[in-house]
């Protein structure tokens, strides 16, 4: 079992920058797949961006691509989000996810495929 916490939320303008931190425990996060969701108010989760074990391949949503990148260092066990360009729309509580199965296609962009949870940062974006 692995346990995830996430940071580096918080208040950003317009147009700025973030960077979330996803840390892991436990176990070595090169075991698994890892993702990153969000959740804004009075909406349903959605998938941002994924990466697989060997970071060789990376998975964006069509409303981050270009302006998020998902990295992950396995030496430091933490899986990382860079997000540039910030919109308002873009405000939500970003959580981290980690997936034991081998995921294909859309099962990346489904939170059901994903076994262990972050409890999640928030993220506000101001005009």
């Known amino acids: 079992q692995v346990q995830l916490v996430e940071s580096g939320g918080g208040l950003v303008q317009a147009g700025g920058s973030l960077r979330l931190s996803c840390a892991a425990s436990g176990r070595t996060i090169s075991d698994y797949a890892m993702g990153w969701f969000r959740q804004a108010p009075g909406k349903e989760r959605e998938f941002v961006a994924a990466i697989r074990r060997s970071a060789d391949y990376t998975y964006y949503a069509d409303s981050v691509k270009g302006r998020f990148t998902i990295s992950r260092d396995n030496a430091k066990n933490t899986v990382y989000l860079q997000m540039n360009s910030l919109k308002p729309e873009d405000t939500a509580v970003y959580s981290c996810?980690?997936?034991?199965?081998?995921?294909?296609?859309?099962?990346?962009?489904?939170?059901?495929?994903?076994?262990?949870w972050g409890q999640g940062t928030q993220v506000t974006v101001s005009l």
């Open positions: 996810a980690a997936s034991g199965k081998i995921l294909y296609g859309s099962r990346w962009f489904s939170s059901r495929e994903y076994d262990y």
